[in-house]
T-cell receptor
Framework: AQKVTQAQTEISVVEKEDVTLDCVYETRDTTYYLFWYKQPPSGELVFLIRRNSFDEQNEISGRYSWNFQKSTSSFNFTITASQVVDSAVYFCALSVRAGNMLTFGGGTRLMVKP | NAGVTQTPKFRILKIGQSMTLQCTQDMNHNYMYWYRQDPGMGLKLIYYSVGAGITDKGEVPNGYNVSRSTTEDFPLRLELAAPSQTSVYFC?????????????????FGAGSRLTVL
């Protein structure tokens, strides 16, 4: 069975601060996929990124970056120079090769104050 | 391009009533899912389907039923609604992909259906 843990339930920062959202996963499968989704106050779920287990290269997209470390089973998400529009709940999720399900973490609520 | 459409967006039910949440996707995706999101919590899988005529239980199936008679539709039925079923329900879909990316596809979510049982 798969498990995703987001230990930070809520984070509050002031605009322009950098913030890192932690994600730790558990799986016995050797091929798996990790995801981050954003849920803004409007409620929809927005896909941000997918990472394959066989590709540990970190990724940067504008102010967003993701650090994937198999050695610690972590897939952390950093927002640089946070903005009020980044305020949302962020979910980390996991699926495995040939699996049918996506397992979500409990989410981290990020509040960015002006 | 509609994607995944859920209806209704909001509904209030009395204890013991029944209802069906509708979900339709126009992307010809084989896989469809129902998740629930309780206040301040993550998403938990209720049921999923890998194709028309095939459904399977997720983590929290009790109190719900599903059917998949077509590729497009995946309704979720609540029988004898209880306050514990107060939640936001999300339908999602994804395509099949074989080979090394099997299981890797991104889910497309509907906008959610907020259900309150009083």
């Amino acid at each position: 069975a798969q498990k995703v843990t987001q230990a930070q339930t809520e984070i509050s920062v002031v605009e322009k601060e950098d913030v890192t959202l932690d994600c730790v996963y558990e799986t016995r499968d050797t091929t798996y996929y990790l995801f981050w989704y954003k849920q803004p106050p409007s409620g929809e779920l927005v896909f941000l990124i997918r990472r394959n287990s066989f590709d540990e290269q970190n990724e940067i997209s504008g102010r967003y970056s993701w650090n994937f470390q198999k050695s610690t089973s972590s897939f952390n998400f950093t927002i640089t120079a946070s903005q009020v529009v980044d305020s949302a709940v962020y979910f980390c999720a996991l699926s495995v090769r040939a699996g049918n399900m996506l397992t979500f973490g409990g989410g981290t609520r990020l509040m960015v104050k002006p | 391009n509609a994607g995944v459409t859920q209806t209704p967006k909001f509904r209030i039910l009395k204890i013991g009533q029944s209802m069906t949440l509708q979900c339709t996707q126009d992307m010809n995706h084989n896989y469809m899912y129902w998740y629930r999101q309780d206040p301040g919590m993550g998403l938990k899988l209720i049921y999923y389907s890998v194709g028309a005529g095939i459904t399977d239980k997720g983590e929290v199936p009790n109190g719900y039923n599903v059917s998949r008679s077509t590729t497009e539709d995946f309704p979720l039925r609540l029988e004898l609604a209880a306050p514990s079923q107060t939640s936001v329900y999300f339908c999602a879909s994804r395509p099949v992909e074989a080979g090394y990316l099997s299981g890797a596809n991104v889910l497309t979510f509907g906008a959610g259906s907020r259900l309150t049982v009083l």
